[in-house]
Structures are given as C-alpha cells and as structure tokens.
C-alpha cells in the first residue's frame, strides 16, 4: 500500500511533473503515455494536489485538486475494474476507444444534472483523456476488482449490479447525495493526524463511497436518514452551496444566504457541515481564495485587488490565508 500521508504532502507542491504522474499511474493501470504535448519527463503537467494510490483494503484511490498547465492529451490502458467518480469541480471527459463519456461535470452547479457516475470494464481498455490548459478540477474515483465484484454481486440482492458489472464498458451517472460529496471533500482534506491513522482515515473514507455508489447500481432503496440528515435538509445544504457558487462575486454573509434558503443561521451551519463536512463560512472562504487566485493568473489583478475579491481588508491576512491554502505567496501565482 502507498503511504497516503507520505503520497499527499510530495503532491501539495505547487506542480507535479509528468514523471510523478505517470509513476503515481500504475496504480490505475499501464503505459501512461502523454501524447501531446510533447513534454520532457522532469517538465511539469499539472499544478495542486495529485494522490493515486492502491489502499490495503484493494481499492485504488485518486483524488485530485489540481489546475492543468497545457492542452493535453494523455493514454493509458486501464481496467478490468469498476470505477465511480465523484466530481466536487470540474469535469471528466475522457474516451475508450472510438466512445466518448462525460463521467460527470459541475463547471456549472445550476445546470450539472450529474456529478458521480460510474464506469465498468471488463477487458483492458487503451483510456485517452483530454485536458484543457486553465482548467481546475477537484475529483475523487475509487475502482475495485477481483474479489471485491464477486461479493457486491453474490445472491439474489445483487442481480441488478451483476448485469452491470458483467456488461463492457456499462455507464451510470446520477446526481451524488450530499453523504457522497462530504465523503469526497473529507478525502481531499483529511484532518492533521500522525501518518497511520491518517490512512485509517482515507481509507474509510474510500470503503464508504464504495458502498454508498454500489447501493445506487444495485438500486437498494435508500435509508430515507443518512447520517442523520434528511432529504429536505440535505437540498437546502444543496441549495446553500449552489447560492454561493452563484453570487461569489457578492459580500455574502452567513444570515443572508440562510435567509436565501429558508432556514436559520444556526440550523443551515448544521446542516451543510453534515452534508460536505464544513461549515459555510468555510466553504464560502474557500471559494472566495479560489476566485481570487483566478484573478491573478487570469488577469494579474494587483495582491489589494485579490484580497479585495477574497473579502479580505487586510492584504497582508489575505496573503497569509492564501499560502495556507495553495502552499504558494499570491505573490508568486501573479507572477
């Protein structure tokens, strides 16, 4: 098993070069090839955080938060295994052969009817996948094999996913509950704890999403509480994240997006930290540093204009607050 710890902290570099990516690679299947551009192994492909990694319990893990610095074309042949992706932001586009799949998009989270989906091949398959130089995206996928789809399908309860696991190149995509992404956000950002109990956490993490998307295929009616949230408070979470997205470029404030989607301040906090594993005003912060770090690279606006757009007053907290969360001085970015 790869340390997850240890695989994390070299990746939260700010860049990653083709040659981690393609050695990080063979957790996920064999000649990894960048077919375009034509980059020297020690050259740079992506810049953020890029674990893949075969966890004790046999599924492979990758999780990814990552900005592609090139129009790129990568290969790779992949499978048998079944695979489900979480998107948090971005998009998979990726093609098997002459097919191309949209395993899921949230560049627009009024729109996206989907965010997880999943992917079963039951041969080796040469996978390209195509990237875009700018593009951020922020996903997990976990895969199993083997032994893992002869339990999920015994007895009659797994007749349904039988046929899907048995089908080459099966697709499924649905929108993910709000358990399924907070299970995602908790992967990428795992608590400070000592290295083994760090991968404890992943990797419970992982089994859960496991379970959770295989309930989905076998079509098992869902427990109408999960995790103690219930539908209607998991869509005014829902609601609550989707307002942010669409008014970033506002100064919002905790009462006014509660008022937005009905609830108290108090109940709304409660219900979105249950539902993605952190608070509002987190979250909020959050997007707001993205955005402000879209501002410097796009339109090398000034650090007291980033900070500015972040909702900081103090360009020096800002940069603070910024190193923190992409390892780098905005400084640095801008350049």
């Not at 990568?74 to 998979?92: C, E, I, K, N, S």
């Not at 996913?161 to 089908?167: A, E, K, V, Y």
């Not at 290295?195 to 998307?213: G, K, N, P, Q």
């Amino acid at each position: 098993m790869s340390n997850i710890a240890g695989a994390c902290k070299a990746s939260d570099r700010p860049r990653v070069s083709c040659a981690e990516i393609s050695d990080q690679m063979r957790c996920a299947g064999s000649d990894h090839t960048f077919i375009r551009p034509d980059l020297a192994p020690s050259d740079s492909a992506i810049e953020g955080r890029f674990l893949l990694c075969r966890l004790k319990s046999g599924i492979v893990l990758h999780a990814t938060e990552i900005r592609d610095l090139h129009e790129m074309t990568t290969q790779l042949v992949a499978g048998p295994d079944l695979t489900f992706f979480v998107v948090l932001d971005g998009l998979v586009d990726f093609s098997i052969g002459d097919r191309r799949f949209i395993a899921a998009d949230r560049r627009n989270p009024r729109t996206s009817a989907a965010d997880c989906a999943a992917l079963m091949l039951t041969e080796n398959e040469l996978m390209t996948r195509r990237a875009h130089k700018g593009d951020r995206t922020r996903k997990v996928t976990v895969s199993v094999d083997g032994q893992w789809l002869d339990d999920m399908t015994a007895g009659t309860a797994g007749h349904r996913l039988r046929q899907f696991t048995t089908s080459h190149l099966s697709h499924a995509a649905w929108q993910a509950s709000p358990r399924l992404l907070a299970l995602a956000e908790q992967i990428l950002n795992p608590p400070d704890l000592c290295t083994v109990l760090r991968d404890m956490y992943v990797e419970s993490r992982s089994i859960e999403m496991v379970a959770e998307a295989v309930t989905t295929l076998r079509g098992d009616a869902p427990d109408p509480i999960s995790e103690g949230l219930h539908t209607r408070e998991a869509h005014k979470a829902r609601a609550a994240r989707d307002y942010i997205e669409a008014n970033l470029g506002k100064a919002l404030c905790l009462t006014e997006i509660a008022k937005e989607v009905g609830v108290s301040p108090t109940s709304l906090q409660r219900r979105f930290k249950a539902a993605y594993g952190t608070t509002v005003v987190d979250f909020l912060r959050a997007r707001k540093l993205e955005q402000a770090r879209d501002a410097l690279e796009r339109d090398g606006v000034s650090i007291g204009e980033a900070a500015y757009l972040a909702g900081y007053s103090n360009p020096a907290n800002f940069t603070t607050a910024f190193r923190r969360a992409f390892g780098m001085p905005p400084r640095t970015v801008r350049r």
